[in-house]
């Protein structure tokens, strides 16, 4: 066999292929004893036909045919290895000469993964949100913590903010009651907004056995959108008790036995989560500068693909779970179809673009995902499943992912690198370390907040490297 390679663009190739007819046998003698198995011919037993009579009986074009289809993907491939290509997708296939004992001749034109080159990246420089926990924002956790074990009480006065309300609810759309449009005994929050808008303004003031009517467009049901005319009946009103803040509370709250070394845990917890924010912020204005510095040819069929699996996965997973169809998701955002499209095929190129650069950074510094590595981002996205590790693993082995997966966390790696290269500042013009060289746990989240980054931009349920594995 002897092949050649023709550029057509960057991203997609023309391969020449010619195969000297000898180098077809193999394929020759399967495709016989396929068509053995499949055909009957009186005087002969099942499999022992001689090829002879399947020539004459059948054509020797059919038995051609089979074996050609056979083998056109074991030569396609030997094309490939040879000339180092990283193909993405089904290639197109084209035979171009098939003499019998002589020649098979075809090209296969595919797109290709572009080459990349990677730029020196240490002087990125970006700028995060400092790191600052006030005396208010520890107050309000503390307060929230208190709020969940807040009692309440049955009052005889008028409904006021922050109480608890048992209400009836009846709905009418044109003077009819809706058949979905009556609930009973329905516990309330008064200020909390998880109910009807102008609800609040209603039940305030009123005491138990006190109603009211009021307009509201309804959220869901089978009048969705429809304004209709609301009447509430109160027929219980609850003060909420908030416990006092003091040593008693924190031991009943936490395994603290003072509210002061509460409160200092609850400051603790949240500069804890603000420097996850802060790294995370960190990584993605890092991407973007790496993204800038980089240019990626983008190849227009897998950008279409691309395309077509994010809304595929929004309209039929995301928006389905949450009932909504794709025009009224557009309508709540207030977007066009055509701005719409404009932002998904933006976010498609950002996302493939992703993808060869830190794939393409992995080969540069040579990075390899361990074991440890991989169980770790394992059980994150069996956590995020909501599944367990062993079930998401089976999953996973079963459906052949786990080379997605290992892409997931090399690529993380490289982000990890870069940012660790990256100058970061925050803010009051502090320089923010964020490398991972201090123990083996901070690597581990330093890699997996990164892989997670990542996953967020790409977002297409590992499209690229599912083609290429085709």
């Known amino acids: 066999m002897k092949s050649a390679v023709e550029t057509l663009n960057p991203t997609r190739v023309r391969l020449t292929v010619e195969v000297p007819f000898e180098e077809l046998k193999d394929s020759l003698d399967a495709a016989y004893k396929k068509i053995n198995q499949q055909v009957t011919v009186k005087g002969f037993r099942k499999g022992k036909i001689p090829a002879r009579v399947i020539d004459q009986r059948f054509g020797r074009g059919a038995v051609l045919e089979e074996a050609v289809n056979d083998a056109l993907p074991k030569f396609y491939t030997e094309a490939v290895n040879e000339a180092d290509l990283n193909p993405l997708g089904q290639p197109d296939v084209d035979i171009t000469e098939l003499k019998d004992g002589e ?94 808008e102008g609800i609040d303004e209603a039940v305030k003031g009123l005491e138990a056995g006190g109603e009211a009517t009021f307009t509201s467009q309804l959220k869901g049901g089978s ?50 989560m603000k420097q996850y924010d802060q790294a995370t912020q960190a990584q993605e204005r890092v991407l973007e ?39 009224k998701y557009l309508e709540i955002q207030g977007k066009t179809v055509e701005e719409f499209d404009a932002e998904t095929a933006e976010q498609a190129i950002k996302g493939i673009k992703t993808q060869f650069v830190l794939d393409e950074l992995v080969n540069k510094e040579k990075l390899n995902v361990n074991q440890e590595e991989l169980t770790e981002h394992l059980m994150r996205r069996a956590a995020s499943s909501g599944m367990s590790p062993d079930q998401f693993a089976q999953a996973v082995v079963e459906g052949g992912q786990v080379p997605m997966l290992v892409g997931e966390v090399a690529r993380g790696k490289a982000l990890a690198a870069v940012v660790e290269a990256a100058k970061v500042t925050d803010t009051n013009g502090e320089v923010v370390d964020l490398s991972d060289d201090e123990d083996d746990e901070n690597a581990e989240n330093a890699v997996e907040t990164a892989a997670e980054t990542v996953e967020n931009v790409v977002e297409a349920d590992g499209e690229i490297a599912a083609d290429e594995a085709k």
Do not use: C, W
């Open 103 to 196: 020649l098979l001749a075809f090209t296969a034109e595919v797109d290709i993964r572009p080459a990349i080159e990677i730029p020196d990246y240490s002087g990125i420089e970006v700028t995060v949100d400092a790191v600052e926990v006030s005396d208010e924002d520890v107050e309000k956790s503390v307060e929230q913590l208190r709020g969940r074990f807040a009692t309440t009480k049955d009052v005889e006065r008028a409904a006021e903010d922050g109480d608890v309300v048992t209400i009836d609810l009846e709905a009418k759309v044109d003077g009819e009651v809706l058949e979905d449009g009556v609930a009973q005994d329905v516990s309330y929050t008064i200020g909390s907004g998880e109910l009807l």
């Open 289 to 327: 500068k790496l993204l800038e510095l980089v240019e990626v040819p983008i190849p227009e069929k897998l950008l279409a693909d691309e395309v077509q699996t994010r809304k595929h996965n929004l309209e039929h997973h995301q928006l389905g779970q949450m009932g909504l169809t794709i025009e």
């Open 223 to 272: 009048a969705e959108g429809k304004d209709a005319e609301v009447t509430v009946k109160v027929t219980k009103v609850q003060a909420r008790e908030l416990p006092e803040l003091d040593d008693e509370f924190a031991g009943l709250a936490s395994e603290f036995d003072t509210i002061e070394e509460l409160k200092a845990d609850s400051r603790k917890r949240l500069e804890n």
